[in-house]
């Protein structure tokens, strides 16, 4: 990677990842509580009230592996960090949408939804890591860009073993 | 003259000295990856991100999706109502009230149930049960599990954990079998082969009877009290770690270290996860259904005999002053010995019966998970522990079912919510 995505990733990855912290100390305070629903944001912990103290520390965790991935960003280890970070909101975020998706299914009177229940499923508001996901997905740019030079066998800057 | 250990070494160094080339590897981002997720203080974050997508894919999967979404309604509204009016509803036949409903007391008067969980005929419940809950559970289960093998994470779990299993006389891999039996506590026994020693497969065998709820029992457990499910882990997680600690100091024999062969991460090959989950869910229905229905049977014919009575004016007293739980609990807790899962369905029948508290709720689903391993698992104990071994771990069931129990009534008599 040349310097101008080095340093554009050490700015993006940054700022995710202070918005990561923000969103889990918010989850964190929340899951005291019965939750929060701010607008489109939704913080609010489903049937189980051990979920959103568990999405508060995932989503901190998520905030400390970009923040500490900005020094030396094209280095291997510290990208293979914003990588983890990425994938832990994946997970997250993926298995909100797989359960709006398992909801959207199977109707209330019906066995099937109907259309507007199905679509209505899929409406606001969003758990904070389906905000992330989009912002997120930056660093397969920076996957792609990495293999492509392992491949070439080009800007190794990580240690030999 | 056959070589010692350190000799062995010696000779495969000067081998790989004579024959093998070393150079500089570049490492890649994999591999920086790899390295990430077995060091603690980055690999436990992403523990944490894993068990989530796990339990959140198993709850949305199999509770809401196929259970909740379709099951209920196809048991619930189409087979209990078709087999109540084929056979006329005759609550006064005895075959009646033990293939298809057994009622319930409402006012004094016998009425018929609404459900399948709490008609608990082996028509009814006997297939609601493994069809309907069980069946989406451990398919969910197998999935995640055997997609977590492929990608090449389990054993990089296992190196994580591998510091806190060795405080409990285990090592790393016995993550495999306590995953297994996440998913049914008969593979799960099977796998402790994979453990060195004795006492490592009699330490393993004992928690896992006890501790490590199966797939079935979760899926039922996530079904009546989802809102207890965090405590039920935790309580079960404290008892694993503490009573393994209490084994591993009493229980002689070694708990040696081992090296593990940890692969790369790789892309998981749907062929092979279609294979595994067919081979394992195939085999863990062939296992369960019987006894579900045989255990359906049973606890039908001690009701109509007046046995259940009789136990429950017995035992009552004792579960009651002990446990802190009612005297009803003793039908679920006879039908445990057979299968848990549907032992903890006749408890859903006891709550919206309103015969229990929201702490006797959580405490009757601990002892279910506690008290006993299936019948099946039990068959598998007495086939893979010499006798000794057995009553062993017969005893240390019996001791851990008594203080456990008993120390979860005390803190809820603290708490002043028992």
Redesign the interface.
């Known amino acids: 990677m040349n310097e101008l995505e080095e340093k554009f990733g050490q700015i993006y990855f940054a700022v995710l990842g202070a918005v990561a912290l923000a969103f889990g100390a918010a989850e964190l305070i929340a899951s005291a509580g019965e939750g929060l629903t701010w607008g489109i944001l939704d913080s609010s912990g489903a049937a189980d009230p051990m979920f959103l103290p568990w999405r508060a520390i995932i989503l901190l965790s998520v905030g400390f592996f970009y923040l500490s991935s900005v020094k030396n960003f094209a280095e291997i280890h510290q990208l293979a960090k914003a990588v983890l970070g990425s994938i832990m909101i994946w997970i997250v975020a993926g298995m909100a949408i797989w359960s709006r998706i398992a909801s959207s299914i199977p109707g209330e009177e019906t066995w099937f939804n109907s259309l507007e229940g199905f679509l209505a499923s899929y409406a606001p508001p969003y758990c904070p890591e389906m905000f992330l996901l989009p912002f997120s997905l930056v660093i397969v740019y920076y996957i792609l860009k990495e293999r492509e030079e392992e491949a070439e066998g080009l800007s190794y800057r990580g240690k030999a073993r | 003259m056959p070589l010692s250990v350190d000799e062995r070494w010696n000779l495969i160094e000067k081998i790989s000295k004579q024959t093998v080339e070393f150079g500089?590897?570049?490492?890649?981002?994999k591999?920086?990856?790899a390295?990430?997720?077995v060091k603690p203080l980055?690999g436990i974050?992403?523990a944490?991100?894993?068990l989530?997508?796990i339990w959140?894919?198993f709850?949305?999967?199999a509770g809401?999706?196929f259970t909740?979404?379709?099951m209920v309604?196809l048991f619930d509204e189409h087979w209990l109502p078709f087999l109540q009016n084929a056979f006329h509803n005759n609550l006064d036949n005895w075959a009646y009230r033990l293939f298809i409903d057994a009622g319930h007391i409402e006012n004094g008067v016998l009425v018929a149930s609404d459900n399948c969980l709490e008609a608990f005929g082996v028509l009814t419940s006997g297939f609601f049960v493994p069809f309907g809950v069980v069946l989406w559970a451990v398919l969910a289960f197998y999935l995640m599990f055997a997609l977590l093998e492929d990608v090449g994470y389990l054993p990089r779990l296992a190196v994580l954990v591998d510091t806190v299993l060795h405080k409990i006389g285990l090592h790393g891999y016995a993550i495999v079998p306590t995953f297994l039996s996440l998913g049914c506590n008969v593979p799960g026994v099977t796998a402790t082969r994979a453990l060195e020693t004795r006492k490592q497969r009699f330490l393993m065998i004992t928690l896992l009877s006890v501790f490590v709820p199966c797939g079935a029992q979760i899926g039922i457990m996530q079904d009546l009290v989802?809102?207890l499910?965090?405590w039920i882990f935790l309580t079960l997680a404290i008892g694993y770690l503490g009573f393994g600690f209490i084994l591993n100091k009493i229980v002689p024999g070694k708990s040696p270290e081992i090296i593990m062969d940890v692969p790369p991460y790789r892309m998981p090959m749907m062929k092979n996860i279609v294979s595994k989950l067919w081979v394992r869910t195939s085999r863990f229905l062939l296992v369960a259904v019987p006894f579900v229905l045989l255990g359906c049977l049973i606890v039908g014919l001690m009701y109509l005999t007046g046995a259940m009575d009789w136990l429950a004016t017995v035992l009552g007293p004792f579960l009651m002053s002990w446990f802190g739980v009612p005297e009803e609990t003793v039908s679920p807790l006879i039908a445990g010995f057979l299968r848990k899962d549907l032992a903890v369905g006749m408890l859903g029948g006891l709550m919206e019966q309103g015969i229990m508290t929201t702490f006797q709720v959580f405490t009757s689903v601990v002892l279910l998970c506690i008290y006993f391993p299936c019948l099946a698992t039990f068959a598998l104990m007495l086939k893979e522990e010499n006798w000794k071994e057995f009553l062993g771990s017969i005893a240390s069931l019996v001791a851990m079912v008594l203080v456990y129990g008993g120390l979860i009534h005390l803190v809820g008599i603290m708490l002043e919510v028992a």
């Open positions: 500089a590897r570049k490492h890649t981002l591999d920086a990856i390295e990430l997720t980055t974050p992403v944490i991100a894993v989530y997508g959140s894919f709850v949305d999967f809401t999706l909740d979404g379709f309604r989802p809102e499910m965090g």
